[in-house]
């Protein structure tokens, strides 16, 4: 089992920044991707962007690409998710998760952590 918990959310304006962060603890030496998705008001969980463990390759979503960058710490156990030049569409639940294959579903859930971007 993999515990994954999320930090880092709140309220911002619009254009600025937050660093969302999730910790990893349990059986992560089989950890092989993790990744961020978020859950926008009455729309479905999509992906945001994913990592993998050991290479750290990053891959992104279209709608954050050039805004949003993951990150991980190895030493840690964390993977970070800094995001710059908020938008009010990009207020959401964020949540991380992790698998142990480099596709398919994701094995392993956080709780989510909420973003809040105004206007």
């Known amino acids: 089992q993999v515990q994954l918990v999320e930090s880092g959310g709140g309220l911002v304006q619009a254009g600025g920044s937050l660093r969302l962060s999730c910790a990893a603890s349990?059986?992560?030496?089989?950890?092989?991707?993790m990744g961020w998705f978020r859950q926008r008001p009455a729309r479905e969980r999509e992906f945001v962007a994913s990592?993998?463990?050991?290479?750290?390759?990053?891959l992104y979503s279209d709608s954050v690409k050039g805004r949003f960058t993951i990150s991980r710490d190895t030493a840690k156990n964390t993977v970070y998710l800094q995001m710059n030049s908020l938008k009010p569409e990009d207020t959401a639940v964020y949540s991380c998760?992790?698998?142990?294959?480099?596709?398919?579903?994701?094995?392993?859930w956080g709780q989510g952590t909420q973003v809040t971007v105004s206007s």
């Open positions: 990592i993998t463990w050991r290479g750290g390759i990053p």
């Open positions: 349990g059986r992560t030496f089989s950890t092989y991707t």
């Open positions: 998760a992790s698998r142990t294959r480099g596709s398919g579903p994701y094995d392993y």
